[in-house]
T-cell receptor
Framework: GESVGLHLPTLSVQEGDNSIINCAYS??????FIWYKQESGKGPQFIIDIRSNMDKRQGQRVTVLLNKTVKHLSLQIAATQPGDSAVYFC??????????FGTGTRLQVFP | EAQVTQNPRYLITVTGKKLTVTCSQN?????MSWYRQDPGLGLRQIYY???????DKGDVPEGYKVSRKEKRNFPLILESPSPNQTSLYFC????????????FGSGTRLTVV
């Protein structure tokens, strides 16, 4: 598979536990945020998004929390499974044409 | 199946030899974009296109060209590749812009020797 980051922050969790991946974004004017999942050898895949007029949004097994005061975004994965192992990126929308991506966090799920 | 298709998946070339990486989407998306991904730097935008015949520079456009003659296709052209363009490249498309999220292709691993 492709190596997307040799020295990424890594979160190791046991299968079945909950995972929390954090992201600090840079621009207080950002109004739309997305989490992507990238598995080895594949392109980033949309997981969940949130707009700045919200502070929480839930999907299937995933929840995104937005704290605009401290410019912080988190992704919570419930009951983490081996298939969740991947690199996770947050992205912020600066204007209608531009997404700025974070450098990513590697999630490792062990049995 | 709705998808973004890039070709080739892997390419090894020599410095200075012009190459084109193709990108095609079947979702009738207006917006398309090219990113490169390098260790420790994340995804950086090279060029984007809001619609046919409308393109603009991203954060790292030097050494690259693009064209958007048809809505579905957005090729990335390296007129004279150099070793610092060795990277993993992704094409992405969106219905209208970055506020609608992107669909990414599977990537092209380019090595310039």
């Amino acid at each position: 598979g492709e190596s997307v980051g040799l020295h990424l922050p890594t979160l190791s969790v046991q299968e079945g536990d909950n995972s929390i991946i954090n992201c600090a974004y840079s621009n207080s004017a950002s109004d739309y945020f997305i989490w992507y999942k990238q598995e080895s050898g594949k392109g980033p895949q949309f997981i969940i998004d949130i707009r700045s007029n919200m502070d929480k949004r839930q999907g299937q097994r995933v929840t995104v929390l937005l704290n605009k005061t401290v410019k912080h975004l988190s992704l919570q994965i419930a009951a983490t499974q081996p298939g969740d192992s991947a690199v996770y990126f947050c992205a912020e929308n600066i204007n209608t044409d531009k997404l700025i991506f974070g450098t990513g966090t590697r999630l490792q799920v062990f049995p | 199946e709705a998808q973004v298709t890039q070709n080739p998946r892997y390419l090894i070339t020599v410095t200075g030899k012009k190459l084109t990486v193709t990108c095609s989407q079947n979702m009738n998306h207006e917006y398309m974009s090219w990113y490169r991904q390098d260790p420790g730097l994340g995804l950086r935008q090279i060029y984007y296109s809001m619609n046919v015949e409308v393109t603009d520079k991203g954060d790292v456009p030097e050494g690259y060209k693009v064209s958007r003659k048809e809505k579905r296709n957005f090729p990335l052209i390296l007129e004279s590749p150099s070793p610092n363009q060795t990277s993993l490249y992704f094409c992405a498309s969106s219905l209208r812009g970055s506020r609608y999220g992107y669909t990414f292709g599977s990537g092209t691993r380019l090595t310039v020797v």
